[in-house]
């Protein structure tokens, strides 16, 4: 299911289901048109953290930042290893008091998304894509 984009069934065609370039697609046209400042991130211009690894973001807006993480039939089996990365990544910039949440569109939501949910949510700041958007208002 495709909550962003307003798809009410569940067996929506695959082709059509967002992947992350269209949430963040979604998220962007939202800032623009209602004024949002946002820096967009990514590993160009990523930050350091203190062991000197880089820690790309999606985006910064007032110090804090998100990451957009897009769960799909694509990329659903690999995720476990992705999300414990990220996991870290919170803890380590908890440590030098920098926000990060996750920001999720789950587009399958059976048992084993709301398992990965969850283990972010036991370590870190989670919340779906919509309530970003309605967040920023």
Request: charge should be positive; charged fraction near 35%.
């Amino acid at each position: 299911m495709c909550k962003i984009w307003k798809c009410e069934t569940k067996d929506y065609e695959k082709s059509k289901r967002s992947k992350e370039d269209g949430s963040k697609s979604v998220i962007e046209k939202y800032f623009l048109e209602n004024n949002v400042v946002y820096e967009k991130r990514g590993s160009k211009n990523a930050i350091q953290e203190e062991y000197g690894n880089n820690i790309s973001f999606d985006y910064v807006l007032n110090n804090v930042y998100y990451k957009i993480i897009c769960l799909t039939e694509d990329n659903y089996n690999g995720y476990v290893a992705i999300l414990k990365m990220w996991i870290a990544n919170y803890i380590m910039l908890k440590k030098e008091n920098k926000k990060l949440v996750f920001v999720i569109d789950d587009n399958i939501n059976n048992d084993k998304t709301k398992s990965y949910k969850k283990m972010l949510n036991d370590y870190g700041i989670v919340m779906t894509l919509q309530d970003f958007i309605k967040e920023k208002r």
